[in-house]
C-alpha cells in the first residue's frame, strides 16, 4: 500500500512545482502582451474598446489560438508515442474497471447517446461487491476509498478467460483498444503501457496544468470583455 501512496503523492508534488511553473510562463506572456503605461490587472473590468479591453482580447486569442493549439499538438505526440508499447496481457483493466457512474446511470446515459457509456455497457459488467473486486487490485480500491468522496463503482468484463485472454478480441470496442488513453492513470507494474506512462508523465502534467490556467483565464478574462 505505502508504494501506490508513494507514488500518488509523488505526482501530487511534482503537479505543484509544474503548475507554479506553467502559471508564471503564461503569465509571462500576458504581460508582454500588455500595453505599454496600462494600469489594471488582466482581471480587471474595462471600458469596450479601451486599451485595456484590447488587451483581455489579445489574452484571450493567444490562449485558444497559439497556446491551445500547441497543447493539443503536444497531446497528439504523446498518445502517438503510446504505439511504440504494447498490451502484455495482464489483464488488469479488463479485471477492474472503475468508474464515478452506477450501472443504472450508464445505462441511462448510454440510451440518451453518450458514446462513451454506449461501449462501457457493452462490454462490462458491475461486481457483485466491492470485496470481489478487492481481490483484483486491493490497493489502488483501498486508495480510492481512502482519498475519494464519491462513490466509485466497479466492473469487469465478462469475456475474459481464466488464462487472462479476450474471447471476443476482434470485436472488442474502441475503448478497450484505446487504453491506456490517460498518460496519467494508476497502472500496475506489469502493465505493457507503465514505461510509456512514466516517460510522458513530465509532460502530461506540464500540459494538464497548462489547461486548467488557461480555462480560469478565459472564465474570469470573459466575465469582463465581452462587448
Given at each position: 500500500?505505502?508504494?501506490?501512496?508513494?507514488?500518488?503523492?509523488?505526482?501530487?508534488?511534482?503537479?505543484?512545482?509544474?503548475?507554479?511553473?506553467?502559471?508564471?510562463?503564461?503569465?509571462?506572456?500576458?504581460?508582454?502582451?500588455?500595453p505599454h503605461n496600462l494600469k489594471g490587472d488582466i482581471?480587471?473590468?474595462?471600458?469596450?474598446?479601451?486599451?485595456?479591453?484590447?488587451?483581455?482580447?489579445?489574452?484571450?486569442?493567444?490562449?485558444e489560438n497559439e497556446i491551445s493549439k500547441e497543447i493539443?499538438?503536444?497531446?497528439?505526440?504523446?498518445?502517438?508515442?503510446?504505439?511504440?508499447?504494447?498490451?502484455?496481457?495482464?489483464?488488469?483493466?479488463?479485471?477492474?474497471?472503475?468508474?464515478?457512474?452506477?450501472?443504472?446511470?450508464?445505462?441511462?446515459?448510454?440510451?440518451?447517446?453518450?458514446?462513451?457509456?454506449?461501449?462501457?455497457?457493452?462490454?462490462?459488467?458491475?461486481?457483485?461487491?466491492?470485496?470481489?473486486?478487492?481481490?483484483?487490485?486491493?490497493?489502488?480500491?483501498?486508495?480510492?476509498?481512502?482519498?475519494?468522496?464519491?462513490?466509485?463503482?466497479?466492473?469487469?468484463?465478462?469475456?475474459?478467460?481464466?488464462?487472462?485472454?479476450?474471447?471476443?478480441?476482434?470485436?472488442?470496442?474502441?475503448?478497450?483498444?484505446?487504453?491506456?488513453?490517460?498518460?496519467?492513470?494508476?497502472?500496475?507494474?506489469?502493465?505493457?503501457?507503465?514505461?510509456?506512462?512514466?516517460?510522458?508523465?513530465?509532460?502530461?502534467?506540464?500540459?494538464?496544468?497548462?489547461?486548467?490556467?488557461?480555462?480560469?483565464?478565459?472564465?474570469?478574462?470573459?466575465?469582463?470583455?465581452?462587448?
Open positions: 500500500m505505502s508504494n501506490l501512496y508513494s507514488t500518488v503523492e509523488k505526482l501530487r508534488t511534482e503537479y505543484r512545482e509544474i503548475f507554479t511553473k506553467s502559471a508564471m510562463e503564461i503569465q509571462r506572456k500576458v504581460d508582454e502582451l500588455k482581471f480587471d473590468k474595462f471600458p469596450s474598446g479601451s486599451d485595456g479591453h484590447k488587451w483581455q482580447s489579445a489574452v484571450l486569442d493567444m490562449l493539443y499538438r503536444k497531446f497528439q505526440e504523446v498518445l502517438a508515442y503510446r504505439k511504440e508499447f504494447h498490451c502484455v496481457g495482464c489483464a488488469t483493466c479488463c479485471n477492474l474497471a472503475c468508474s464515478e457512474f452506477s450501472p443504472e446511470e450508464l445505462k441511462r446515459r448510454a440510451e440518451n447517446g453518450d458514446n462513451f457509456a454506449k461501449q462501457f455497457t457493452s462490454i462490462f459488467i458491475p461486481y457483485e461487491s466491492k470485496e470481489e473486486a478487492r481481490k483484483v487490485y486491493p490497493e489502488y480500491i483501498q486508495m480510492l476509498e481512502d482519498n475519494k468522496e464519491d462513490e466509485v463503482y466497479f466492473y469487469h468484463c465478462p469475456k475474459l478467460t481464466k488464462d487472462n485472454r479476450c474471447s471476443d478480441y476482434e470485436n472488442r470496442p474502441q475503448i478497450c483498444r484505446d487504453f491506456p488513453d490517460n498518460p496519467l492513470s494508476i497502472l500496475p507494474k506489469a502493465c505493457g503501457y507503465k514505461k510509456w506512462k512514466e516517460e510522458i508523465e513530465p509532460v502530461t502534467l506540464m500540459l494538464h496544468s497548462m489547461i486548467e490556467i488557461i480555462s480560469y483565464y478565459k472564465e474570469n478574462i470573459c466575465r469582463y470583455s465581452q462587448d
